[in-house]
């Protein structure tokens, strides 16, 4: 079969029929080695090896994801019943060799924005399919919850809850899959007490690019461990998860406060995450509009009913060593559940105005502290001169909260800012060419960055060519490299993240 495809391979012009024959040899593959029964109708798999379904057809949903802008078809999604499922697919499509085109992407919700779920021509898997009543919460004086890769956070969140416990680190947005986030980094307003999500994970089950299913942590199989989290899902598929757990207020009070001078603004932030008496939750939003731009503060304190009369004490103090305008401060309290899902909220009501399911020209930015003020003065109010109601995050962490062991990789400095430019092409308020602009507009704001040597990296990287690349990983790039040849050697694993081509990994 090897030769086969590397025959066929030599000549362009067989690419078509090449990607025809590579699902009627993936499906023969099933069949010989899962030993599974197989039916033309529905292409259902029942054998004791391969459990759930695998989709020829009628799979439009993965060749799409909430950017909106990038479409690439699979040949196939697996619908997985079991992790062996998972196992036994890329295990088969390795087994094919590097000149198969099949490729693997592992799909959560599909949140990425630039088709970093998609396989182009190749096999989506659907970790979803994996979630379920799997989950199983550990009390006790260290405890954690063992859940699918494919469960959603709000469902972790839930569960949890109930034996009054509750992850220490999230994202804004909930209705993300566990090995989604795990694979990026998870970055909200708890890491700079927390760290990002991939500090808080005590165990992980991985399948490798060679279809080997792995437990791996910091004590076995250590360098699996720190190259799957923030790692793109380069070097294996996350399938399981061990997650630490603390716990759970039962209260929040949420408050926010305006500035008018970013030099201001930045310092009080920078203080909150340093202070040793400080807020549980810190974050900050830009709102730049024909009148100015102006800076948000958005804190948050946890508390329990019984200590509410001394936390409005302490929250009082806390305030009482910032500088922002005073009459702007607003408080509101809330459950803990109704705080960490209020993106949700909104998110409803963007589907009811259809604006969810448009495209999104999101980017992520990674600031290090020293140039956060020349880039929010060179970008804010010049390069983007009107946010039009768009959320444009901007808050600061610790780098000494990120373990330097994952492959998540941080600007160089000992405090660093996110700066989420959360756009839509709402075409009503920028205009028909909305999308092109927005790009466009992006695209500046990188060239800003480089020109003036910011020192930036981008948080859900949407790097097109392996120089991006190395520029991003720096010194770590060969590391990188050379792990991927020891996990995942034909590079059959995320190819929506344009790191590296099939079968062409090499230092």
Not at 162 to 181: F, H, I, N, Q, R
Not at 187 to 211: K, M
Not at 422 to 443: P, Q, T, V, Y
Request: with cysteine.
């Amino acid at each position: 079969m090897r030769n086969l495809f590397s025959t066929l391979s030599r000549n362009e012009n067989n690419n078509v029929f090449l990607n025809s024959l590579s699902v009627f040899l993936l499906t023969i593959l099933i069949i010989l080695e899962s030993d599974v029964c197989f039916s033309d109708e529905d292409s259902r798999f029942d054998g004791i090896h391969f459990d759930g379904n695998l989709s020829l057809r009628d799979n439009e949903f993965a060749a799409s994801d909430y950017g909106n802008q990038i479409s690439f078809r699979p040949l196939a999604v697996l619908f997985p019943g079991s992790v062996s499922d998972v196992a036994t697919t890329i295990k088969l499509i390795y087994k094919m060799g590097p000149h198969s085109p099949l490729t693997v992407a592992a799909r959560g919700n599909g949140h990425s924005v630039q088709g970093q779920s998609q396989a182009p021509g190749g096999v989506v898997i659907n970790m979803k399919s994996l979630g379920g009543n799997t989950m199983k919460v550990q009390t006790g004086p260290s405890p954690y919850v063992d859940v699918s890769a494919g469960e959603l956070w709000i469902d972790v969140l839930n569960q949890c809850l109930k034996s009054g416990l509750a992850p220490k680190s999230w994202t804004d947005y909930l209705y993300l899959t566990v090995g989604g986030t795990l694979s990026n980094a998870g970055i909200s307003g708890e890491a700079f007490r927390h760290g990002p999500q991939i500090n808080n994970v005590l165990q992980l089950e991985v399948i490798t690019g060679l279809g080997d299913v792995i437990t791996c942590s910091d004590e076995t199989n250590a360098d699996l461990f720190y190259s799957i989290l923030g790692g793109l899902g380069q070097f294996g598929i996350i399938t399981r998860a061990r997650i630490s757990l603390e716990p759970a207020p039962q209260k929040v009070k949420y408050i926010t406060v305006l500035y008018t001078d970013v030099g201001v603004f930045i310092k009080d932030q920078e203080h909150l995450i340093s202070a040793k008496r400080t807020f549980d939750y810190i974050e900050g939003f830009v709102i730049v509009n024909q009148t100015g731009t102006f800076f948000v503060l958005e804190v948050a304190k946890y508390f329990n009913p019984d200590t509410a009369d001394s936390i409005s004490q302490e929250i009082q103090s806390i305030l009482s060593e910032l500088s922002y305008i005073p009459s702007t401060l607003s408080e509101l309290e809330q459950s803990y559940l109704e705080f960490l899902d209020r993106v949700h909220r909104t998110e409803l009501e963007l589907q009811q105005l259809g604006l969810w399911d448009i495209p999104h020209a999101w980017l992520n930015l990674l600031i290090p502290g020293n140039k956060i003020q020349s880039f929010v003065e060179g970008v804010f109010g010049k390069i983007i001169n009107n946010t039009n109601n768009d959320p444009v995050l901007i808050y600061p962490v610790n780098k000494s909260k990120f373990d330097n062991r994952t492959s998540f990789v941080p600007p160089d400095d000992d405090v660093f800012y996110m700066i989420a430019l959360l756009f839509h092409a709402n075409a009503s308020s920028i205009g028909i060419d909305g999308l092109e602009f927005l790009n466009d507009r992006n695209k500046r704001v990188l060239d800003f960055i480089e020109a003036n040597q910011v020192g930036a990296k981008e948080y859900l990287p949407q790097y097109s060519t392996q120089e991006d690349w190395k520029a991003h990983f720096g010194p770590r790039w060969d590391a990188f490299v050379q792990k991927k040849i020891t996990y995942d050697p034909l590079a059959i694993l995320s190819p929506g993240q344009r790191i590296f081509q099939k079968g062409r990994v090499r230092l």
